[in-house]
């Protein structure tokens, strides 16, 4: 490439970045601790009764691992931790944490996270986001959005599950990311999830995205 090429991709970048409103992408709320890094995990049903309680991880049924922990050499997606699930008496064995949204509304979401599981397992993973126009709104989620998949046979590799960006109402003040594995395809063993990630207004970073496009026209 150029310098002209250079210089060229830079001014593009730099337009780009200037006609996101910051006010857009800074209003999203922060998952704490979203790679099971630093953080011990709380009680599950102090996350959301008698209100909604922010700032950890509530589990069934986990731990949260390095390498040590872990089952056929599974290693962290990212870091030196991740979350391990474990089966519970229930359908589903799951990992939540509520977040208060921004001031500033919010109209979209995505919400990814990373999931494996041990050989030769291949339980199917969950994620289920709800929204609450209230602290005290457990029970009554204003929405509710999910996606799902079915591992693969080989520890070795992470599979993506996303809800992508998927609308809101107007009025959230909460969020509630819900994560799982089916105990069914969980057996006696376990199912591991790292680096969960969140953005906000989704469908304003994909509209800039369609104008990246028309300055690459411009300076191509
Ligand atoms: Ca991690
Ligand atoms: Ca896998």
């Known amino acids: 490439m150029s310098n002209r090429d250079l210089l060229r991709h830079a001014l593009c970048i730099g337009l780009l970045l200037a006609m996101i409103p ?4 800074a209003q999203c709320a922060n998952i704490a601790d979203p790679g099971f890094e630093s ?6 049903d102090g996350v959301v009764t008698p209100q909604f309680t922010a700032d950890y991880w509530g589990d ?3 731990a949260i691992v390095d390498t040590i922990g872990a089952c056929q050499g599974v290693v962290p997606h990212s870091g030196d ?3 391990k699930i ?9 990992t939540w944490q509520a977040l208060p949204v921004g001031s500033t509304p919010v109209s979209t979401l995505t919400v990814s996270a990373w999931f494996n599981a041990c050989e030769p397992i291949t339980p199917r993973g969950v994620i289920s986001v709800r929204t609450f126009n209230n602290a005290y709104g457990w029970g009554s989620p204003t929405s509710t959005n999910s996606a799902s998949l079915y591992v693969d046979a080989s520890a070795s590799t992470w599979e993506k599950i996303t809800v992508d960006c998927v609308a809101i109402p107007a009025d959230t ?4 990311i819900d994560l799982g594995f089916d105990n069914v395809g969980l057996g006696s063993l376990a199912g591991y999830i790292d680096d969960v990630q969140l953005t906000c207004n989704c469908d304003a970073v994909a509209n800039e995205s369609t104008n990246w496009g028309s300055l690459k026209a411009i300076y191509n």
């Open 173 to 176: 003040q909460w969020v509630l």
């Open 60 to 62: 069934e049924n986990a």
């Open 39 to 44: 953080l011990a995990l709380g009680d599950f």
């Open 22 to 25: 910051a006010s857009l992408l």
């Open 86 to 94: 474990m089966p519970t008496g229930g359908t589903i064995s799951e």
């Open 81 to 83: 931790k991740m979350l």
